[in-house]
């Protein structure tokens, strides 16, 4: 590993997001939209980071961070889906450590969540081997499944029977209550309309107000304009009951946000919609995606769409060759052996 971590080019902190080197990493990565530098601007701006936005330059792109006092952070806030890991490969991550403690010794701590577990194993290893102590632990689920060369018919056979039931019976109860259209926007010309369907369906909705209020629009807005936002809507005699909010990359499709009237919800109009959303993209199979992702938490309804729920990670490593890194280290390795004590 250290042979190799001598031959990277390590990770140096650059002011701001190199946005042109950030988006060619995303373009190889399969984070796709989640390492571009439009998704991450956009996140800081309405969501909110509570810290400055840099770029790790390495051999391998550019790493989007946020910097915080001596801590080096994901770029992530409660609508990261997944994060783009601080390095490539273990060796990488090797050789960020060692020149973060070279190049900018007062970063003695990275912290990073929304990993994908492989991402965070290859990073653990990479840093210890730099000498850091590492604790890595479950962030939260994400439940995905593979789509791949499926049709809507032939993905929604594989689905548990009482799905299937539901959604043609509370159709059929749908198109009792009036005139049913389902809509879909995606273009710039349509953002406006967009976002006034979903604010229509949210005001009436059972989640609540929104924690950070732009976001929702700033989502449309910069996905319409990307080119991998998507907004689906149901509408009862011209009256909006349900949206939903999705991303769609070359290979992954995420609904990140949604809400239905609840004056509408004996008659599940956002079950309806997803599975409208759905049979849009994979429509006869003719498509490029992989994966059909619902997003971050582990609400009960999605194993019944994407049973197959992925651990996303978090990263903690400390370096013991500064003061508050090392009594920081000192402080994980006491938990580690006060776990095993107690396991």
Known sequence: MAANA????GGVIETGLAARRADETAAGSALEVYARSDWLEMLAESGGFGAELVSVVGD??????RLQGRTLRAPTN???VQAPPPARDAAGAEALARSLRAAHPRVDRVAWDALSPEDAAACAAGFRAAGWVVETYEHFGCWRTDVSGLGFAEYLTQRPGRLRS???RKRARLEKRGSVRFLHW????DALTAMDAYGAAHRDAWQGDEPHPDYPEALIKTGFEGGWGHVFA???DDVIVAAQIWTAGRARITVLKLAHDRSFGDVSPGTLLTAEAIEHFLADGAHSFKT???GRGDDAYKKDWAPDRVPMTGLLAETPLTFKGAIR???LITRRIVRRFNS
């Open 186 to 189: 995606r273009g710039p010309d």
């Open 6 to 9: 001598k031959n990277r080019s």
């Open 60 to 65: 391998w792109g550019a790493t989007p961070a």
């Open 78 to 80: 409660l609508y990261t």
């Open 234 to 236: 149901i509408s009862v």
């Open 292 to 294: 059909l992702d619902f």
């Open 166 to 168: 539901t959604i043609k």
């Open 329 to 331: 280290s000192a402080a």
